[in-house]
Nanobody, 116 residues
């Protein structure tokens, strides 16, 4: 059974930092592309960052230079380090796992609120 458990969300001040973690189980983590999506009310989910099995990363333009996605295959965990946070980063952040020939798996989401 695939499980993706996100932790690390919460309240941060503008220009502050948060680190999200996603602990994965039930599949071959090292073979999966892992991603963080985010969603605000009334908007579609958008890809914030992704990291392939080989470590290649991609970012939403608005988070480039501020967010860093990384993975630890030994711990079956993917991280999203978020620096220089802005109020517009406020969203529910979802951990996602993709593997060829399999469904896309989603975590339950964690709320990130950036406010003074």
């Amino acid at each position: 059974q695939v499980q993706l458990v996100e932790t690390g969300g919460g309240l941060a001040q503008p220009r502050g930092s948060l680190r999200l973690s996603c602990a994965a189980s039930g599949f071959t983590f090292s073979s999966a592309t892992m991603a963080w999506y985010r969603q605000t009310p009334g908007k579609e989910r958008e890809l914030a960052a992704a990291i392939g099995s080989g470590g290649i990363t991609t970012y939403l333009d608005s988070v480039k230079g501020r967010f860093t996605i990384s993975r630890d295959n030994a711990k079956n965990t993917v991280y999203l380090q978020m620096n220089s946070l802005k109020p517009e980063d406020t969203a529910v952040y979802y951990c996602v796992a993709r593997m060829p020939g399999n469904p896309t798996y989603w975590g339950q989401g964690t709320q990130v609120t950036v406010s003074s």
